[in-house]
């Protein structure tokens, strides 16, 4: 099972520059997403898609009717448009080696961005493949602009073998999720799905059923301005408070440079104000609501330490929750995450049952009701100039797609 076209239609989107912004209340939160919305809208029109539509969000929406008598559970295929605001995204020039070497390889040229195996082991796997990275100037947009490739890839292959059962398919492809507002305007009324998967992972093989816990939290640091001239045994400078804070925060652990597996962390992320007022923004993460909870005190608690130090200043906490751990819900449908991993093996691919340490637009959706686990793209280094994907991984994905529609169009056989 080949997908000749895939290649050609991961090149293509990742040209057109979709990446999102979280200053931005527009929604979606950057204009240019919509190119991407646009061409993805006529291209499920020409495979035949009935319905496609990109609606006044920004969503794509569309329909490949079962080819069976209609009365097995609907799936949706799920990706999103946008890339991460943390790395430019325009201008992206992929570079493909082929038959990679297995080597160091020097993206930009000039010595400044390499991608080293030392740092990347997984990478020394890749030996032999076509490698597709970055020119070290902007991330490559596999996150998740190979994800709809597969989607695309994997929908044109179905349409062209009608003799493979399938269920009925909806595919959704939703801007910001990057910004954590993917499902923001989107009801499981539009969506019309029983169950749903994104393809938004990483490595070969992989399918996931967990997600952090997340909630933000700003802090909005208050201090005392006076005229620096004038300023001596009267100035509480909030600068160099959300300073004292931040530096406050552990060095050894519960940060993302020192935690791995089910490890949470407090991230300050976005820091912005002057002298009299600071924001400073943090992320919260962790597998379960107490872990969050108790990450979150502790942070209240070191706060309170640097402030008692400098009466007169004020601090006020504000916390936001993101989302929440998708495995509560998906255990009560243990067929939705037996039906992937059993699509993977078919696909000669060995499953392999992982988490996230993040979160996909799948959360926030099992939790509105419609159960859905993610699946692994190929890529790897997401939000990064070291982000890199091969060819043979998002072809292995798209047969795990192509699969896992077989499997589900079954169900009609036994209705």
């Given at each position: 099972?080949?997908?000749?076209?895939?290649?050609?239609?991961?090149?293509?989107?990742?040209?057109?520059?979709?990446?999102?912004?979280?200053?931005?209340?527009?929604?979606?939160?950057?204009?240019?997403?919509?190119?991407?919305?646009?061409?993805?809208?006529?291209?499920?029109?020409?495979?035949?898609?009935?319905?496609?539509?990109?609606?006044?969000?920004?969503?794509?929406?569309?329909?490949?009717?079962?080819?069976?008598?209609?009365?097995?559970?609907?799936?949706?295929?799920?990706?999103?448009?946008?890339?991460?605001?943390?790395?430019?995204?325009?201008?992206?020039?992929?570079?493909?080696?082929?038959?990679?070497?297995?080597?160091?390889?020097?993206?930009?040229?000039?010595?400044?961005?390499?991608?080293?195996?030392?740092?990347?082991?997984?990478?020394?796997?890749?030996?032999?493949?076509?490698?597709?990275?970055?020119?070290?100037?902007?991330?490559?947009?596999?996150?998740?602009?190979?994800?709809?490739?597969?989607?695309?890839?994997?929908?044109?292959?179905?349409?062209?073998?009608?003799?493979?059962?399938?269920?009925?398919?909806?595919?959704?492809?939703?801007?910001?999720?990057?910004?954590?507002?993917?499902?923001?305007?989107?009801?499981?009324?539009?969506?019309?799905?029983?169950?749903?998967?994104?393809?938004?992972?990483?490595?070969?093989?992989?399918?996931?059923?967990?997600?952090?816990?997340?909630?933000?939290?700003?802090?909005?640091?208050?201090?005392?301005?006076?005229?620096?001239?004038?300023?001596?045994?009267?100035?509480?400078?909030?600068?160099?408070?959300?300073?004292?804070?931040?530096?406050?925060?552990?060095?050894?652990?519960?940060?993302?440079?020192?935690?791995?597996?089910?490890?949470?962390?407090?991230?300050?992320?976005?820091?912005?104000?002057?002298?009299?007022?600071?924001?400073?923004?943090?992320?919260?993460?962790?597998?379960?609501?107490?872990?969050?909870?108790?990450?979150?005190a502790e942070l209240h608690r070191l706060v309170d330490r640097v402030m008692q130090r400098h009466p007169g200043a004020r601090v006020d906490f504000e916390f936001l929750e993101s989302y929440r751990n998708m495995k509560s819900v998906l255990d009560d449908h243990p067929q939705v995450m037996a039906k992937a991993l059993e699509a993977v093996s078919m696909a000669g691919v060995e499953p392999v049952r992982n988490?996230?340490?993040?979160?996909?637009?799948?959360?926030?959706?099992?939790?509105?009701?419609?159960?859905?686990?993610?699946?692994?793209?190929?890529?790897?280094?997401?939000?990064?100039?070291?982000?890199?994907?091969?060819?043979?991984?998002?072809?292995?994905?798209?047969?795990?797609?192509?699969?896992?529609?077989?499997?589900?169009?079954?169900?009609?056989?036994?209705?």
């Amino acid at each position: 099972m080949q997908f000749p076209d895939l290649m050609d239609r991961f090149i293509s989107y990742v040209r057109i520059n979709t990446q999102s912004s979280e200053e931005s209340t527009d929604f979606p939160s950057t204009p240019h997403q919509l190119d991407l919305s646009r061409h993805l809208q006529n291209e499920l029109k020409e495979m035949g898609l009935i319905d496609a539509t990109l609606n006044n969000w920004g969503y794509v929406l569309a329909t490949l009717p079962s080819n069976g008598n209609g009365s097995g559970p609907t799936i949706a295929l799920i990706a999103h448009v946008d890339t991460s605001p943390d790395v430019s995204g325009e201008n992206v020039n992929p570079r493909i080696h082929h038959n990679y070497n297995g080597e160091d390889i020097d993206l930009s040229g000039d010595g400044r961005w390499i991608l080293k195996v030392s740092e990347n082991p997984h990478l020394a796997k890749q030996k032999g493949k076509t490698l597709i990275t970055t020119d070290g100037t902007t991330l490559l947009g596999a996150d998740d602009k190979a994800g709809i490739a597969e989607i695309m890839a994997a929908l044109q292959y179905l349409v062209s073998h009608p003799e493979i059962p399938r269920p009925r398919i909806r595919v959704v492809f939703t801007p910001d999720e990057e910004t954590g507002r993917g499902t923001e305007h989107i009801t499981l009324e539009e969506i019309a799905a029983d169950f749903g998967y994104t393809v938004d992972g990483e490595k070969l093989g992989e399918v996931e059923d967990e997600t952090f816990c997340a909630d933000s939290v700003h802090l909005k640091i208050t201090g005392i301005n006076v005229h620096p001239g004038y300023a001596k045994g009267k100035l509480v400078n909030a600068v160099k408070l959300a300073a004292e804070i931040i530096d406050s925060l552990p060095k050894d652990r519960l940060s993302p440079e020192t935690t791995e597996k089910r490890e949470g962390y407090l991230h300050p992320h976005a820091i912005e104000g002057g002298s009299e007022q600071v924001t400073v923004k943090l992320l919260v993460r962790d597998f379960t609501e107490e872990g969050l909870h108790d990450h979150e005190a502790e942070l209240h608690r070191l706060v309170d330490r640097v402030m008692q130090r400098h009466p007169g200043a004020r601090v006020d906490f504000e916390f936001l929750e993101s989302y929440r751990n998708m495995k509560s819900v998906l255990d009560d449908h243990p067929q939705v995450m037996a039906k992937a991993l059993e699509a993977v093996s078919m696909a000669g691919v060995e499953p392999v049952r992982n988490i996230i340490r993040g979160g996909t637009d799948g959360a926030r959706l099992s939790f509105m009701g419609l159960p859905t686990p993610n699946l692994f793209t190929g890529g790897s280094n997401f939000h990064s100039r070291h982000e890199w994907v091969t060819l043979e991984d998002m072809q292995a994905a798209a047969r795990v797609i192509v699969h896992l529609m077989s499997l589900w169009g079954r169900e009609w056989k036994t209705s």
